[in-house]
């Protein structure tokens, strides 16, 4: 009996560390996978903001537009995916799309030419260098791993 609880305190001891060791791993995941809602947000913010400062060129919607149809499919999988992990913090998604937008505001009050800046956004939205497949591929391919298996 004796050797069977040394067994199991063994056993238990291999085990836990593990276990807070995947908890820290999956907490991490977790927020690279909220970054899929950041580039949502910057997407969304910029697009409606060079809309607007732009005279209301309506390429911008467009652009916004079929930038979530090619990545929907990639913020759905991040959401499941994050929910299969014990979830996200509460307000976590907000604050990642609040930082997304705020980075790219700052980008573009920085920019010493704010329309050069919209048109080349614009081009990146359109051509889809801002997609997740191309901005987190890592983050994403870790994402289909889990939930394909």
């Not at 970054?35 to 209301?56: D, P």
């Not at 799309?97 to 009050?109: C, D, K, L, R, V």
């Amino acid at each position: 009996m004796r050797r069977n609880l040394l067994l199991a305190a063994a056993l238990t001891a291999s085990i836990l560390p593990a276990q807070a060791q995947d908890t820290a791993s999956d907490t991490a995941l977790i927020g690279e996978l909220m970054a899929f809602h950041g580039s949502k947000a910057i997407v969304e913010a910029m697009s409606t903001h060079c809309y607007e400062n732009t005279g209301l060129d309506g390429a911008y919607h467009d652009a916004a537009a079929n930038w979530y149809l090619r990545n929907v499919g990639y913020l759905d999988l991040a959401d499941r995916v994050i929910n299969r992990l014990g979830g996200g913090s509460e307000g976590q998604q907000r604050t990642a799309e609040t930082y997304g937008g705020s980075q790219i505001m700052s980008a573009y009050n920085q920019a010493p030419d704010k329309t050069v800046f919209c048109r080349t956004f614009l081009e990146q939205v359109e051509g889809g260098t801002l997609d997740i497949d191309k901005q987190l591929p890592e983050i994403l391919k870790r994402a289909q791993e889990i939930s394909a298996s």
